[in-house]
């Protein structure tokens, strides 16, 4: 049996020194985890890191990406509103194509499938489309 100190394990609780004996067992995961609370604080330390390091949440990578500002925010929507009135503007049979292909995330051959037509009129009839759509937008973005 050993003794151990609960100020030292629980400094918040205990203001005074209280002893108090337990196996060697609990002594030994006891001092396993002080070993792995101090290693991971060495860690922190030597990475620099002001978070925790085993989250899994990406913290990391999005800590590297800048924040989008407002003045950003707001390009990026005006943008996406050009791009869509421009696609709209497109003859019908072409903007139903373009919309479901890069807008819903459909395959060509799941349009064509769709449509009852052959893959071949769907790849042309898009990339018609986007020719069209390429030369709206340098009118529209100037």
Same mark, same amino acid.
């Given at each position: 049996? %050993?003794?151990?100190?609960? &100020?030292?394990?629980?400094?918040?609780? +205990?203001?005074?020194?209280?002893?108090?004996?337990?196996?060697?067992?609990?002594? *030994?995961?006891?001092?396993?985890?002080?070993? *792995?609370?101090?290693?991971?604080?060495?860690? &922190?330390?030597? +990475? %620099?890191? $002001?978070?925790?390091?085993?989250?899994?949440?990406?913290?990391? $990578?999005?800590?590297?990406?800048?924040?989008?500002?407002?003045?950003?925010?707001?390009?990026?929507?005006?943008?996406?509103?050009?791009?869509?009135? *421009?696609?709209?503007?497109?003859?019908?049979?072409?903007? %139903? #194509?373009? +919309?479901? #292909? +890069?807008?819903?995330?459909?395959?060509?051959?799941?349009?064509?499938?769709?449509?009852?037509?052959? %893959?071949?009129?769907?790849?042309?009839?898009?990339?018609?489309?986007?020719?069209?759509?390429?030369?709206?937008?340098?009118?529209?973005?100037?």
């Amino acid at each position: 049996m %050993k003794q151990i100190n609960l &100020r030292d394990l629980y400094p918040d609780v +205990y203001k005074e020194d209280t002893f108090v004996e337990v196996s060697d067992e609990i002594q *030994a995961a006891f001092q396993s985890a002080q070993r *792995a609370e101090a290693a991971y604080n060495r860690q &922190r330390y030597r +990475y %620099k890191a $002001h978070y925790s390091l085993d989250r899994g949440d990406g913290i990391e $990578h999005n800590s590297l990406a800048r924040p989008l500002t407002p003045e950003m925010i707001l390009e990026n929507n005006f943008l996406k509103e050009q791009v869509y009135a *421009a696609v709209m503007s497109l003859p019908d049979l072409q903007a %139903k #194509r373009i +919309y479901a #292909r +890069y807008y819903l995330g459909m395959t060509i051959t799941e349009i064509a499938r769709t449509e009852g037509v052959s %893959k071949s009129r769907i790849t042309e009839s898009i990339q018609r489309g986007l020719k069209s759509l390429a030369g709206n937008l340098k009118k529209i973005l100037g």
